[in-house]
């Protein structure tokens, strides 16, 4: 019983860095309609920013704000400079433009911090809280982060002009850019708030799976399944969808088939998800006018 | 792209023939001769060929399904690898011989493909791309299971011996590989050129283009859909099989994502939706990253991720749509020198009435 709840405990920890990962992708895919397939690997570029602030001597907070600030900037200009001039191309040039970005970011980080594992330092205590055996420091600190930039988001798209704005255009970029709103500006918006996100998750999840270049290959693939079960266009169900795939990896992972098969879980997934239901728990199902 | 090769037939008719057919005898020429050159290299050059000949055949099969097929897989190279470990596990586990086990990996793969092709059928772009990119990942750690490890040899993967040299031919081990593997390319290329240009890559494009028109005219899309990905998944399959031979190993940690990228990166070099482009994009995929290797060993997927980009903006139809661009420049101007030297005779400007 004691390990079943550990292992529960364990993937909700994991499960929060997939929700955070896959909210980013469902911010690119509801502005954009386009999967960042770079998604993790602009993580792993902040990540790798955020060990250099803190082996140059900043303390870890203000390496962390520095760090998110700075992946803000980078998805903006990914986005400018990449990803706008291929905007109106076939969905098939997208993929190969994301692709390319991906692979480029990722050999970026590799050449220049190399390819050794690096350890990555938690700001959290080392001893597990409250004298509990289930859940350690770190993992608690995760799932209270996540759940806290969650309600920061809530509140920046539910209570502010900009946030509204950016549904707008989420929703209607056509109609928006009618009522005056500058669209490829809130396209890059959108896309600075999913690095900074992704920036807090890969910060988050350095500490577990420790710092090299693959290290969000898998990372991503159960974050892809977290988005496409909780439904690609639904922020909602990316959390929800990343608490389930990071429990559900642990269950699998520790009592059913070992952790040596546990990416093929994400597989799975998502080939169910995509043939049973593609438009995920909370999405829209999508109608194409013929 | 495919329209190209009506108006070129069209036009043709009018053009000057002696021209045209120079030029395809010359081409004929000049790629049997290209093929018989690595024969008289050293055995590390004709053993990188031999590779050269294998991508060339797995581009073909990936580029009948993204290319001609427009769906999107990024997971090509689980395919590839399932060849190889098929044709490993054969020679290895039951003494099948070898040549016999390419059409086996054929076999598996298309199975293997089409079944996985039966849900893509319902996805568009973007999901098949998520889902063939999560097959690509998960290989490596399929391929080192446990359960399975009697028959693939788990993290160690297997090694095989070279083929015998048959018939008492006078060729070395490398060279007799390289001939079987370019006779199953000449094969599969004469029959994917002959196979797109008639009724069945009609259907392919058709599906492509316009799936409501085509299932209007009473195409099955889904069975076409399907049956491309697995045709696609046998071609890559028998190139994985081919290269279990020549490189006598398999591995889990070959047939990574890295291969699937590498597979994309060639058949958008190479060009989308063109048989030849195959031939180039293995040239590339084989020589360009290990020049970029002496660099860094970061440098190799550093150009890929550069070259996936730049294609995208800058030549969209990779080095085959250059080359037919320069190929139709030529022919326009031999058609204006053409016309100049004919007309210019008989037909005087007539003078305008004042």
């Given at each position: 019983?004691?390990?079943?709840?550990?292992?529960?405990?364990?993937?909700?920890?994991?499960?929060?860095?997939?929700?955070?990962?896959?909210?980013?992708?469902?911010?690119?895919?509801?502005?954009?309609?386009?999967?960042?397939?770079?998604?993790?690997?602009?993580?792993?570029?902040s990540?790798?920013s955020a060990?250099?602030l803190?082996?140059?001597?900043?303390?870890?907070?203000?390496a962390f704000?520095v760090t998110v600030?700075l992946s803000?900037?980078?998805?903006?200009?990914?986005?400018?400079?990449?990803?706008?001039?291929?905007?109106?191309?076939?969905?098939?040039?997208?993929?190969?433009?994301?692709?390319?970005?991906?692979?480029?970011?990722?050999?970026?980080?590799?050449?220049?911090?190399?390819?050794?594992?690096?350890?990555?330092?938690?700001?959290?205590?080392?001893?597990?809280?409250?004298?509990?055996?289930?859940?350690?420091?770190?993992?608690?600190?995760?799932?209270?982060?996540?759940?806290?930039?969650?309600?920061?988001?809530?509140?920046?798209?539910?209570?502010?002009?900009?946030?509204?704005?950016?549904?707008?255009?989420?929703?209607?970029?056509?109609?928006?850019?009618?009522?005056?709103?500058?669209?490829?500006?809130?396209?890059?918006?959108?896309?600075?708030?999913?690095?900074?996100?992704?920036a807090?998750?890969?910060i988050?999840?350095?500490?577990?799976?420790?710092?090299?270049?693959?290290?969000?290959?898998?990372?991503?693939?159960?974050?892809?399944?977290?988005?496409?079960?909780?439904?690609?266009?639904?922020?909602?169900?990316?959390?929800?969808?990343?608490?389930?795939?990071?429990?559900?990896?642990?269950?699998?992972?520790?009592?059913?088939?070992?952790?040596?098969?546990?990416?093929?879980?994400?597989?799975?997934?998502?080939?169910?998800?995509?043939?049973?239901?593609?438009?995920?728990?909370?999405?829209?199902?999508?109608?194409?006018?013929? | 792209?495919?329209?190209?090769?009506?108006?070129?037939?069209?036009?043709?008719?009018?053009?000057?023939?002696?021209?045209?057919?120079?030029?395809?005898?010359?081409?004929?020429?000049?790629?049997?001769?290209?093929?018989?050159?690595?024969?008289?290299?050293?055995?590390?050059?004709?053993?990188?060929?031999?590779?050269?000949?294998?991508?060339?055949?797995?581009?073909?099969?990936?580029?009948?399904?993204?290319?001609?097929?427009?769906?999107?897989?990024?997971?090509?190279?689980?395919?590839?690898?399932?060849?190889?470990?098929?044709?490993?596990?054969?020679?290895?586990?039951?003494?099948?011989?070898?040549?016999?086990?390419?059409?086996?990996?054929?076999?598996?793969?298309?199975?293997?493909?089409?079944?996985?092709?039966?849900?893509?059928?319902?996805?568009?772009?973007?999901?098949?791309?998520?889902?063939?990119?999560?097959?690509?990942?998960?290989?490596?750690?399929?391929?080192?299971?446990?359960?399975?490890?009697?028959?693939?040899?788990?993290?160690?993967?297997?090694?095989?011996?070279?083929?015998?040299?048959?018939?008492?031919?006078?060729?070395?081990?490398?060279?007799?590989?390289?001939?079987?593997?370019?006779?199953?390319?000449?094969?599969?290329?004469?029959?994917?050129?002959?196979?797109?240009?008639?009724?069945?890559?009609?259907?392919?494009?058709?599906?492509?283009?316009?799936?409501?028109?085509?299932?209007?005219?009473?195409?099955?899309?889904?069975?076409?859909?399907?049956?491309?990905?697995?045709?696609?998944?046998?071609?890559?399959?028998?190139?994985?099989?081919?290269?279990?031979?020549?490189?006598?190993?398999?591995?889990?940690?070959?047939?990574?994502?890295?291969?699937?990228?590498?597979?994309?990166?060639?058949?958008?070099?190479?060009?989308?939706?063109?048989?030849?482009?195959?031939?180039?994009?293995?040239?590339?995929?084989?020589?360009?990253?290990?020049?970029?290797?002496?660099?860094?060993?970061?440098?190799?997927?550093?150009?890929?991720?550069?070259?996936?980009?730049?294609?995208?903006?800058?030549?969209?139809?990779?080095?085959?749509?250059?080359?037919?661009?320069?190929?139709?420049?030529?022919?326009?101007?031999?058609?204006?020198?053409?016309?100049?030297?004919?007309?210019?005779?008989?037909?005087?400007?007539?003078?305008?009435?004042?």
């Amino acid at each position: 019983m004691e390990g079943l709840l550990h292992q529960v405990f364990a993937g909700l920890a994991n499960g929060a860095i997939y929700a955070s990962l896959a909210l980013a992708l469902v911010m690119i895919y509801r502005v954009t309609h386009f999967v960042n397939f770079a998604q993790g690997e602009l993580a792993l570029c902040s990540t790798y920013s955020a060990w250099a602030l803190i082996e140059a001597g900043a303390s870890y907070w203000v390496a962390f704000v520095v760090t998110v600030a700075l992946s803000f900037a980078m998805g903006v200009v990914i986005e400018r400079v990449v990803i706008r001039p291929a905007s109106r191309a076939p969905a098939l040039s997208v993929v190969i433009v994301f692709i390319g970005l991906m692979v480029a970011l990722n050999s970026v980080a590799g050449w220049i911090f190399g390819y050794s594992t690096l350890s990555f330092p938690s700001p959290f205590p080392a001893e597990p809280p409250f004298g509990n055996h289930y859940i350690g420091s770190h993992e608690l600190g995760v799932i209270a982060v996540t759940l806290g930039m969650l309600g920061l988001l809530y509140v920046f798209f539910r209570f502010t002009t900009l946030g509204l704005v950016l549904r707008a255009v989420a929703d209607n970029a056509e109609s928006s850019r009618l009522v005056g709103i500058r669209v490829e500006r809130m396209l890059g918006l959108g896309w600075g708030l999913a690095a900074a996100i992704g920036a807090v998750a890969g910060i988050m999840i350095a500490p577990i799976v420790f710092l090299d270049p693959s290290m969000m290959s898998g990372v991503m693939l159960y974050a892809f399944a977290a988005a496409l079960l909780g439904g690609i266009d639904s922020p909602i169900g990316a959390v929800v969808g990343g608490f389930i795939v990071g429990v559900l990896e642990n269950l699998m992972g520790a009592y059913v088939i070992g952790t040596e098969l546990k990416l093929t879980v994400a597989l799975v997934l998502i080939v169910v998800v995509l043939v049973v239901k593609p438009s995920g728990l909370f999405g829209q199902p999508v109608a194409a006018r013929v | 792209m495919v329209a190209g090769a009506f108006d070129r037939g069209i036009a043709g008719a009018q053009r000057d023939g002696v021209a045209r057919r120079a030029l395809s005898v010359a081409t004929v020429v000049a790629i049997v001769a290209a093929c018989a050159i690595p024969l008289w290299g050293s055995p590390y050059q004709v053993f990188q060929m031999t590779l050269v000949v294998i991508d060339a055949i797995a581009l073909l099969g990936l580029n009948l399904l993204t290319g001609y097929g427009g769906q999107i897989s990024l997971g090509h190279g689980a395919f590839f690898g399932v060849g190889a470990y098929t044709t490993a596990v054969l020679i290895h586990s039951w003494n099948v011989p070898y040549l016999l086990t390419l059409p086996c990996a054929g076999l598996v793969c298309l199975a293997l493909g089409f079944v996985f092709g039966l849900p893509a059928v319902r996805l568009d772009g973007l999901h098949l791309a998520l889902a063939t990119f999560a097959l690509g990942v998960v290989l490596p750690q399929v391929l080192k299971y446990k359960g399975i490890e009697a028959w693939t040899g788990g993290v160690q993967g297997i090694s095989l011996e070279k083929p015998a040299v048959p018939f008492g031919l006078p060729l070395s081990p490398d060279q007799w590989l390289y001939c079987v593997a370019l006779a199953v390319a000449a094969g599969l290329f004469a029959l994917a050129r002959n196979v797109m240009r008639g009724a069945t890559g009609r259907v392919i494009v058709g599906v492509r283009d316009s799936p409501v028109a085509a299932s209007s005219v009473g195409i099955d899309t889904a069975l076409t859909k399907a049956a491309t990905f697995g045709v696609s998944a046998m071609l890559t399959g028998i190139a994985g099989a081919l290269s279990a031979l020549v490189v006598q190993f398999v591995g889990p940690d070959s047939f990574t994502i890295f291969l699937s990228i590498s597979l994309l990166v060639g058949i958008v070099v190479g060009g989308l939706a063109s048989i030849s482009g195959a031939v180039f994009g293995a040239l590339f995929i084989q020589f360009v990253p290990n020049l970029a290797d002496d660099v860094s060993k970061a440098a190799p997927s550093a150009v890929y991720g550069v070259v996936l980009i730049v294609s995208v903006y800058l030549m969209p139809y990779g080095v085959s749509g250059l080359l037919r661009k320069a190929k139709a420049r030529a022919f326009a101007w031999i058609d204006a020198r053409h016309s100049r030297s004919v007309t210019s005779q008989p037909t005087k400007p007539t003078k305008q009435g004042s």
